[in-house]
């Protein structure tokens, strides 16, 4: 099978988690635009999403899914999301998607998350992707000199030649030469520094479940 199959499969196996009668929180990037497709064909039967960019937005209102605004509803029974990667223990890198400062959001306001990924995405160890880190632009050099204290590179993500701006207008670091052996700890060291964001570690907000696209079909891993 290829990726691409791999991530419809687990966008329609995540179906199973949304819970009728519900608003359901989403994620973002190109397995989730899978699930956002699969959730078209049960669209009556949900009150809508939250949504955590505003592409995954565009898309859910294009098939017809009422998207509600995060500080309209209070708790979301379920999240579903992708993730760049995961460990055996639900600790997860995100932001390939640029959207991380809303999916951590969204994440933290439900009692379930569900994380839908290709097997390619489980790791023994976070730090092989890029960390994305969302940052406040005149904070940027001085955080490119903490990550190098860690012995990480952090560049400034582009676009266009241009630094991209996120759905927050702020920037995005991307850290190279992590080895994130103790997740929570990270997260919550990165988390101190001024002028980050919000940092691509989700340890605090893990997933409680990973539907896991493989070759002999959908592994279900829970944490
Ligand atoms: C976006 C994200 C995505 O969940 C992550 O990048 C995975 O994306 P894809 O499903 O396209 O591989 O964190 O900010």
């Given at each position: 099978?290829?990726?691409d199959?791999?991530?419809?499969l687990v966008?329609?196996a995540?179906?199973?988690y949304?819970?009728?009668?519900?608003?359901?929180?989403v994620?973002?990037g190109?397995?989730v635009?899978?699930?956002?497709?699969?959730l078209?064909?049960?669209?009556?039967?949900?009150?809508?999403a939250?949504?955590?960019?505003?592409a995954?937005?565009?898309?859910?209102?294009?098939?017809?899914i009422?998207v509600?605004?995060?500080?309209?509803v209070a708790?979301l029974?379920?999240?579903?999301?992708g993730?760049d990667?995961?460990?055996?223990?639900?600790?997860?890198?995100?932001?390939?998607?640029?959207?991380?400062?809303?999916?951590k959001?969204?994440?933290?306001?439900?009692r379930?998350?569900?994380?839908?990924?290709?097997?390619?995405?489980?790791?023994?160890?976070l730090?092989?992707?890029?960390?994305?880190?969302?940052?406040?632009?005149?904070?940027?050099?001085?955080?490119?000199?903490?990550?190098?204290?860690?012995?990480?590179?952090?560049?400034?993500?582009l676009?266009?030649?241009?630094?991209l701006?996120?759905?927050?207008?702020?920037?995005?670091?991307?850290v190279t030469?992590?080895?994130?052996?103790?997740?929570?700890?990270?997260?919550?060291?990165?988390?101190?520094?001024?002028?980050?964001?919000?940092?691509?570690v989700f340890?605090?907000?893990k997933?409680?479940v990973?539907?896991?696209g493989t070759?002999?079909?959908?592994?279900?891993?829970?944490?």
């Amino acid at each position: 099978m290829t990726q691409d199959e791999l991530k419809t499969l687990v966008g329609q196996a995540a179906l199973q988690y949304v819970v009728p009668g519900d608003i359901v929180g989403v994620g973002t990037g190109s397995t989730v635009n899978k699930f956002i497709d699969a959730l078209a064909t049960m669209k009556g039967q949900i009150k809508g999403a939250v949504s955590s960019s505003g592409a995954s937005t565009k898309r859910l209102k294009a098939l017809g899914i009422a998207v509600f605004d995060c500080n309209e509803v209070a708790e979301l029974s379920v999240y579903i999301d992708g993730a760049d990667e995961i460990d055996d223990h639900g600790y997860m890198i995100k932001g390939g998607g640029a959207a991380l400062t809303r999916e951590k959001i969204v994440a933290a306001q439900s009692r379930q998350f569900v994380c839908i990924a290709d097997e390619s995405k489980l790791v023994p160890t976070l730090g092989k992707f890029p960390l994305p880190v969302e940052v406040i632009p005149m904070a940027t050099q001085r955080l490119i000199r903490q990550f190098a204290k860690l012995g990480g590179s952090a560049t400034v993500r582009l676009k266009d030649g241009q630094p991209l701006v996120t759905d927050n207008g702020q920037h995005i670091l991307d850290v190279t030469g992590l080895q994130i052996s103790d997740p929570l700890a990270f997260e919550s060291q990165v988390n101190q520094w001024p002028g980050v964001v919000t940092v691509g570690v989700f340890a605090h907000q893990k997933a409680h479940v990973c539907l896991l696209g493989t070759a002999s079909g959908v592994k279900t891993l829970k944490f």
